[in-house]
T-cell receptor, first 113, second 114 residues
Framework: DQQVKQNSPSLSVQEGRISILNCDYT??????FLWYKKYPAEGPTFLIS?????DKNEDGRFTVFLNKSAKHLSLHIVPSQPGDSAVYFC????????????FGDGTTLTVKP | DAGITQSPRHKVTETGTPVTLRCHQT?????MYWYRQDPGHGLRLIHY???????DKGEVSDGYSVSRSKTEDFLLTLESATSSQTSVYFC?????????????FGPGTRLTVT
């Protein structure tokens, strides 16, 4: 049973437009969510996070939205740049076990110049 | 960037041989993790450690063992490597007690079992 799902394996957008990456989760006990970005031949790097007490968190061009009732979160990148082309992983944690995260399978974003 | 190194970075080994991967950190973070990444499977947790000599299994722990005798080092051992263990292995660290749940990843080790 996959508790964190990224249903779109890939996404292609034009430079300057918005990229929206989606993530769904099934475990209602998750209360902290994170996004990571991964370039080929490198380890993932932390991008942005959100606590379940919020519904939005913004950091520059990156915004994460959380809809707890739908068990859905999304990452918005505006404007998209070619350097944003990477694999994006969604992850979820529980405050009672903050050391563990469950990851989705990732979405490959391609931003075309 | 967090100070995390992995060694070796690449390894080719034969089925049935033992293999040990090393993760070293200079951040004094309490938690350390080993993940494997395979096409279509994202990052799957193998084992993790929440302190020296304190370890626990992840979702894909069969065939793997770990040890942590010092805060800075976390070893992953494949006792008898199989072709199904061909993968890219990532070590990660975190310090949730500080209030930050994000993990910092090493550069990865590409392991090929022939």
């Amino acid at each position: 049973d996959q508790q964190v799902k990224q249903n779109s394996p890939s996404l292609s957008v034009q430079e300057g437009r918005i990229s929206i990456l989606n993530c769904d989760y099934t475990n209602s006990m998750f209360d902290y969510f994170l996004w990571y970005k991964k370039y080929p031949a490198e380890g993932p790097t932390f991008l942005i996070s959100i606590s379940s007490i919020k519904d939005k968190n913004e950091d520059g061009r990156f915004t994460v939205f959380l809809n707890k009732s739908a068990k859905h979160l999304s990452l918005h990148i505006v404007p998209s740049q070619p350097g944003d082309s990477a694999v994006y992983f969604c992850a979820a944690s529980r405050n009672t076990n903050a050391g563990k995260s469950t990851f989705g399978d990732g979405t490959t974003l391609t931003v075309k110049p | 960037d967090a100070g995390i190194t992995q060694s070796p970075r690449h390894k080719v080994t034969e089925t049935g041989t033992p293999v040990t991967l090393r993760c070293h950190q200079t951040e004094n973070h309490r938690y350390m993790y080993w993940y494997r990444q395979d096409p279509g499977h994202g990052l799957r947790l193998i084992h993790y450690s929440y302190g020296v000599k304190d370890t626990d299994k992840g979702e894909v722990s069969d065939g793997y063992s770990v040890s942590r005798s010092k805060t800075e080092d976390f070893l992953l051992t494949l006792e008898s490597a199989t072709s199904s263990q061909t993968s890219v292995y990532f070590c990660a660290i975190s310090d949730p007690a500080s209030g930050a749940y994000e993990q910092y990843f090493g550069p990865g080790t590409r392991l090929t079992v022939t």
